[in-house]
């Protein structure tokens, strides 16, 4: 489902475009690591399906428009949310490992946002105090990972302007991401 909406004003020096949808995506091509004694290292498959929830909002206005010159800006915000409804495995764990660095990983996980980071953490005693090993000083490890949160950001915003004269024209854009764990 998608709803548009494009509103022109004043011969179309401000315009005003808005989107807003909810998509299932189904059968997201996604790597899958085999055990060696296949025969084969990863199999390439269609699984599972993603929901995106959006918005999609962009204002542009020409301020100033003569013969040889004009200047125009253009606004830009988008928020998505997308969430992991179903990964096709029957019988399966519920996640998949898409990519993984030095203990942390990028899991496609059933709930989670698609990119979810999951990484070592340190156990804990019952008082809610770290474990420490007496020989090392180090903290122990907890057997299970923690979520630490999405790749996605959680919005984004832009914002251009141009002046063009006689033909030539100068362009500046700029973006900012809000949200998201790097």
Request: glycine share 12%; proline share 5%.
């Amino acid at each position: 489902l998608e709803v548009g909406l494009e509103l022109g004003f004043f011969g179309r020096r401000l315009s005003l475009d808005m989107s807003m949808y909810d998509k299932l995506t189904k059968n997201q091509i996604i790597t899958l690591n085999l055990e060696p004694a296949t025969g084969a290292t990863f199999q390439t498959v269609n699984l599972g399906s993603v929901r995106n929830k959006g918005i999609e909002l962009m204002v542009t206005a020409i301020p100033v428009q003569t013969e040889n010159f004009e200047w125009g800006v253009t606004a830009n915000f988008n928020k998505i949310k997308n969430e992991v409804e179903s990964l096709g495995l029957e019988g399966g764990s519920g996640n998949i490992l898409l990519n993984s660095s030095y203990d942390v990983k990028l899991r496609a996980v059933v709930g989670k946002p698609l990119g979810a980071i999951y990484s070592p953490e340190a156990e804990h005693d019952p008082d809610g105090n770290v474990v420490v090993n007496p020989g090392t000083g180090l903290p122990l490890l907890s057997p299970t990972e923690a979520y630490r949160g999405s790749i996605n950001p959680d919005w984004t915003m832009g914002i251009g302007t141009y002046v063009s004269y006689k033909g030539f024209k100068l362009s500046v854009n700029g973006d900012y991401r809000k949200g998201g764990v790097f």
